[in-house]
């Protein structure tokens, strides 16, 4: 499709183990941004790219999380020593350069993955 | 910390009520988005509005932007099951990501 995707749609994974997530963008989309969304709240900001460096990396919550796009497309987020709290729905989002709020430059998002930590 | 509060939290009204939704912060805005959220989907984005006053209608929904670009709303008139979901208001302030508020979730009983 030409929609962006994440994989997996579902992981779970164990307290203290390290987990990998992946966003497909839409080809030709510069900017990619990750968000994390907990049960009844709205998306929260982590990191955000453009090309291949993070532009943004403030709403990263510790330095447990970290991400990368090497190649200026797809994205992992990766998360090390898991924790209970790190379970929400991690959603990814693309546009064709950076967004700014602006319509010219809109996020489509990706279905997320649902991350459950036991 | 939710910079965007939107209200109310969870409505429920039958097909064909008229319904708003509040989206409110203390912070100026460059602009501010609506979207719509279903289960197991990322947020879909309805509308972008920029300039402070302004109005915009997407057929039975009507979106305005406070003078101040600090708060809006979302009016759906005639309300359709097909609206059920999610709606979340994002501010943006000229930087490169979205600001979410805390999301109103919405159900239209047939």
């Known amino acids: 499709g030409a929609g962006v995707s994440q994989t997996p749609s579902n992981k779970v994974t164990e307290k203290g183990k390290y987990v990998e997530l992946r966003c497909d963008p839409i080809s030709g989309h510069t900017a990619l941004y990750w968000y994390r969304q907990s049960l009844g709240q709205g998306p929260e900001f982590l990191i955000y790219?453009?090309?291949?460096?993070?532009?943004?990396d403030s709403g990263l919550p510790n330095d447990r999380f970290f991400a990368v796009r090497p190649e200026g497309s797809v994205s992992t987020l990766k998360i090390q020593r898991t924790e209970r709290g790190d379970s929400a729905v991690y959603l990814c989002?693309?546009?064709?350069?950076?967004?700014?709020?602006?319509?010219?430059?809109?996020?489509?998002f990706g279905p997320g993955t649902r991350l459950t930590v036991l | 910390t939710q910079l965007l509060e939107q209200s109310p939290q969870f409505l429920s009204i039958q097909e064909g009520e008229n319904l708003t939704v509040y989206c409110n912060s203390s912070?100026?805005?460059?602009?501010l988005q609506w979207y719509r959220q279903e289960p197991g989907e990322g947020p879909v984005l309805l509308v972008t509005?920029?300039?402070?006053?302004e109005v915009k209608k997407l057929k039975r929904l009507t979106f305005q932007f406070g003078d101040a670009r600090k708060d809006s709303s979302l009016h759906i008139t005639a309300a359709q099951p097909g609206d059920t979901g999610l709606y979340l208001c994002?501010?943006?302030?000229?930087?490169?990501?979205?600001?979410f508020g805390t999301g109103t979730r919405l159900t239209v009983i047939p």
């Open positions: 989002a693309s546009s064709l350069r950076a967004s700014g709020g602006k319509s010219s430059n809109e996020q489509f």
């Open positions: 912070s100026v805005f460059s602009s």
């Open positions: 994002a501010g943006a302030w000229g930087a490169n990501n979205l600001f």
């Open positions: 509005v920029v300039t402070g006053g």
């Open positions: 790219f453009q090309g291949t460096g993070a532009a943004d």
